[in-house]
């Protein structure tokens, strides 16, 4: 299973910007730690400040990947590009942020993609980004078990 994470504007700055906000955590820390804990999973990460190149970069996997993981940062707030990139695409996107954008500016409470995401985690800090792929993970081997033959009267676990 392949999942794909995209993080937006700003983001590569994780660790020294904002650390009251989003941690002292960089990405690129977490992501080593992330990988390890779903070993299960092919993950790969892409990082830009460019609105076009994360266009690009959904038009690239979203025919291909299981599932898109995408922080867009403040674009997520203004960008109906990215959402008709999202809207284009097959694979499923669940957007994710970090910090909890419904207790701070009122201009952080919209977002632009939601609309078109699968679903939205938002304020768990970076955990977020576990908490996605544990929901792609389980939602495949979901898909897998409702394809499975069982005898009459046993229980589906999901
Ligand atoms: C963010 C929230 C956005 O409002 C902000 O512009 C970001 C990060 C988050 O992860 O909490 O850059 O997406």
Redesign the pocket.
């Known amino acids: 299973m392949r999942v794909m994470i995209i993080n937006g ?3 590569n700055l994780l660790g020294k910007r904002e650390p009251e906000v ?1 941690g002292h955590q960089s990405f690129e820390d977490y992501y080593c730690d992330l990988k390890s804990r779903h070993p299960g999973i092919h993950i790969d990460y892409f990082q830009s400040n460019a609105e076009g190149a994360l266009i690009d970069k959904l038009h690239e996997v979203g025919f291909q990947y299981e599932g898109i993981i995408l ?1 867009a ?2 674009l ?2 203004t960008s109906l590009a990215l959402k008709d990139a999202i809207a284009a695409i097959t694979s499923p996107v669940i957007e994710v ?3 909890n ?1 419904y207790a701070r500016e009122a201009y ?1 409470h919209h977002s632009q993609l939601s609309e078109k995401c699968l679903g939205v985690l938002v304020g768990f800090g970076l955990f977020g980004y576990d908490l996605a792929l544990h929901f792609c993970y389980i939602s495949r081997a979901k898909a897998w078990a409702s394809k499975l033959t069982r005898p009459p009267g046993t229980k589906n676990i999901f």
Do not use: D
Request: proline share 7%.
């Open positions: 504007p700003n983001l989003y922080n940062g403040a997520s707030h942020h970090i910090s954008v952080r």
